[in-house]
C-alpha cells in the first residue's frame, strides 16, 4: 500500500515545482509585456452630435459606432423646390459648404429619419384668446405626424414661462396639458424661448428643435432679445416658428417687431418660419414643419481652420442640384462659435 503512495506523491511534488516556476517567470516579464501599446490603426474622425462642432460622441447620428475623437462641424440641411415642397433624394455630391469664404471638404454624409428631442414653445398671452383652439389643434397635429421615437416638452409663456411638460414620448399628456390652458396676459416670449433652450441640455437625442407658435412680440421677458441671439447662437437648436399675425403687424411696437423676430431667429439656425394666412391652414403647416424635420440632409466637414479662438464663423450651404432640376433653395444654420482656447 506505501509503495503505491509513493509515485502519487512525486508526481504532485513534481507539478507544484513546475507551476511555481512559470509563476516566478511571468513575474519576471509581465511588466515589459503590460508596457508594450498594440498597434493602432489609421486614425477615423469621431462625429459629435448633430448640429455641434466641439460635444464629442462615440456615436454617429446613425448609431454607427466610432473609434477616435476629432472635432467636426455637422450642419443639418432641408431643400425645397420654388413651391416650397421638400426635396429628398440628393447626394453628397449635390451639396458644397462655406466655413468663413473657404470651401470645406464634406466627410459625412447622411439623409436618415433619426430620432429628434423637440421643444414646443406654446404662446398663451391674451392677444392669442381668438386663435388658442386652432393652435393647440396645430401643436397636436404636430405631435402625432412626428417620428414615433422623437420625444417633447411644452412650455408655454405669457406673463412669464414655465414649463408645462418635461420631455415625453406620451402624445395624449401633451394633448391633455394643452387643453388646459387659457389665454391672458403680456407675453414673455424670449422668456419663454431661453427656457426652452435650456430644457434642452436633458434631451436624449442629438438632434434637437424647437418649434414656437406665437403671434410675435414680447413685452414682458426678464431678458433681452440681444441675450436670446446670443443664447441661440450657442445652442445647435434649429428653431421652426408658426407665425399667427394680425393683419398690419399689430398695434404695438413689439406685435409689428414680431415677424422679423422670429425669422431672424428661425433663419439663424436653419429653420423656418411659417406664417399663417388663415388658422384652418395650422395642421397642414404643422404637419409640413414635422416633415421637414424628418427629411433633412446632415453634412459634416472638419474645419480648415483649426485655431481655436472662440470666434464666430460663417457657414454657407450651396447646392449644385441634378440636371433637369428647377431651382432649390437651401436651409441651414448660418455659423457657430469655434472651440475655446
Known amino acids: ?3 503505491a503512495v509513493e509515485p502519487q506523491r512525486s508526481s504532485a511534488l513534481a507539478a507544484y515545482f513546475a507551476a511555481l516556476c ?22 477615423q474622425p ?15 447620428p446613425n448609431g454607427k459606432p466610432l473609434k477616435t475623437t476629432t472635432d467636426m ?12 415642397r421638400i426635396v ?6 449635390n451639396f458644397r459648404v462655406f466655413e ?32 388658442i383652439q386652432k393652435s393647440r389643434n396645430a401643436a397636436v397635429q404636430f405631435f402625432r405626424t412626428s417620428n414615433p421615437q422623437d420625444e417633447f416638452f411644452l412650455v408655454d409663456f405669457n ?27 403680456m407675453t414673455a416670449l424670449y422668456d419663454g424661448v431661453y427656457l426652452g433652450l435650456s430644457q434642452m441640455r436633458t434631451a436624449h437625442h442629438e438632434r434637437k428643435a424647437l418649434l414656437i407658435l406665437s403671434d410675435g412680440g414680447d413685452n414682458h421677458s426678464r431678458y433681452t432679445e440681444t441675450d436670446i441671439r446670443r443664447f441661440v447662437q450657442e445652442s445647435d ?14 398695434p404695438t411696437p413689439e406685435e409689428q417687431h414680431g415677424p422679423a423676430l422670429l425669422a431672424d431667429l428661425t433663419q439663424m439656425t436653419g429653420g423656418r418660419m411659417f406664417v399663417v394666412q388663415n388658422l384652418s391652414e395650422l395642421p397642414d403647416i404643422a404637419t409640413k414643419i414635422s416633415m421637414e424635420l424628418r427629411n433633412q440632409y446632415v453634412l459634416g466637414y472638419i474645419p480648415s481652420n483649426r485655431r481655436h479662438d472662440g470666434k464666430w464663423r460663417k457657414i454657407k450651404v450651396k447646392l449644385r442640384p441634378p440636371r433637369g432640376l428647377p431651382p432649390l433653395t437651401a436651409y441651414a444654420k448660418n455659423g457657430y462659435y469655434g472651440p475655446g482656447r
Do not use: C
Request: aromatic share 6%.
Open 1 to 3: 500500500m506505501k509503495a
Open 22 to 43: 512559470a509563476l516566478l517567470v511571468w513575474a519576471a516579464v509581465a511588466p515589459a509585456v503590460q508596457s508594450q501599446q498594440l498597434p493602432v490603426g489609421p486614425e
Open 46 to 60: 469621431q462625429l459629435p452630435g448633430p448640429q455641434s462642432n466641439t460635444t464629442q460622441s462615440d456615436r454617429l
Open 73 to 84: 462641424t455637422l450642419v443639418n440641411v432641408s431643400v425645397t423646390d420654388p413651391l416650397g
Open 88 to 93: 429628398t433624394g440628393l447626394r453628397q455630391e
Open 100 to 131: 468663413d469664404g473657404v470651401e470645406q471638404e464634406i466627410v459625412y454624409f447622411a439623409s436618415d429619419d433619426v430620432p429628434v428631442s423637440i421643444g414646443v414653445i406654446f404662446d398663451m398671452s391674451g392677444s392669442m384668446a381668438d386663435k
Open 159 to 185: 406673463d412669464q414661462a414655465q414649463l408645462i411638460t418635461p420631455f415625453t414620448d406620451n402624445v395624449d399628456e401633451l394633448q391633455n396639458q394643452l387643453m388646459y390652458t387659457s389665454a391672458h396676459g
Open 237 to 250: 437648436v434649429q428653431i421652426y416658428a408658426i407665425g399667427l399675425f394680425d393683419p398690419g403687424g399689430g
